[in-house]
C-alpha cells in the first residue's frame, strides 16, 4: 500500500524517503529498505539516512567497497558544510558531529568482521563515546540504532 501511495505521490515521497529508510534500517527491514532505496529519485540521494541505508545495504550484501565508498561519499558531504559560522558554536555545528559520530561507529562495527579480538574493546570504547552525549537523549536512541542494524548486519 505504502509503494502505491509513493508511486502516485512522487513529490511528497521525495520528501518522506529518509524517514521510511531510517524506520526500515532501524527495525531491520532490509527488503523494505532495498525497494525504497531502488525506487528513490536521484536528487534526494545526498540525504544523510537514505546514505546509511545504502551503506547498511552494502555491508548486507558483503559489498565492502560499496559500504566504504558509501560512507566516505557521507563524510565529506557532511565535511563540506562546515564552514566558520557552523562551527562557532556547538548548537550550529551539533547536527554535523553527530552524522560523523554515526559514520565512525558504523566504521568501526561494520570492520569489526575483520577484527573479531577487537570486540570488547570497541564495545567499551562505543558505551564512553554515548556517555559523551550526556542528556541528548534523541541522538543516544538514533547512535544505538544504528549500532543495533550494523551489529546486526556484520555478525
Do not use: C
Not at 48 to 62: D, M, P, S
Not at 91 to 110: D, V
Amino acid at each position: 500500500m505504502a509503494e502505491r501511495w509513493a508511486a502516485s505521490n512522487p513529490s511528497s515521497s521525495a520528501r518522506v524517503l529518509p524517514f521510511a529508510a531510517e524506520a526500515a534500517w532501524i527495525t531491520g527491514k532490509w527488503d523494505i529498505l532495498e525497494r525504497l532505496l531502488n525506487s528513490e529519485t536521484g536528487s534526494i540521494s545526498s540525504d544523510f539516512n537514505v546514505g546509511i541505508g545504502k551503506a547498511l545495504l552494502g555491508l548486507r550484501q558483503a559489498d565492502t567497497r560499496r559500504f566504504e565508498s558509501i560512507l566516505a561519499d557521507l563524510r565529506v558531504t557532511i565535511m563540506s558544510n562546515f564552514s566558520s559560522a557552523t562551527t562557532a558554536s556547538l548548537a550550529g555545528s551539533h547536527a554535523n558531529t553527530l552524522k560523523l559520530h554515526a559514520l565512525f561507529e558504523i566504521t568501526m562495527i561494520g570492520g569489526l568482521a575483520d577484527h573479531q579480538a577487537d570486540r570488547s574493546s570497541l564495545v567499551e570504547i562505543l558505551d564512553r563515546r554515548i556517555e559523551l552525549l550526556g542528556a541528548y537523549t534523541d541522538d543516544k536512541q538514533y547512535l544505538l540504532g544504528i549500532r543495533r542494524a550494523t551489529m546486526h548486519l556484520a555478525g
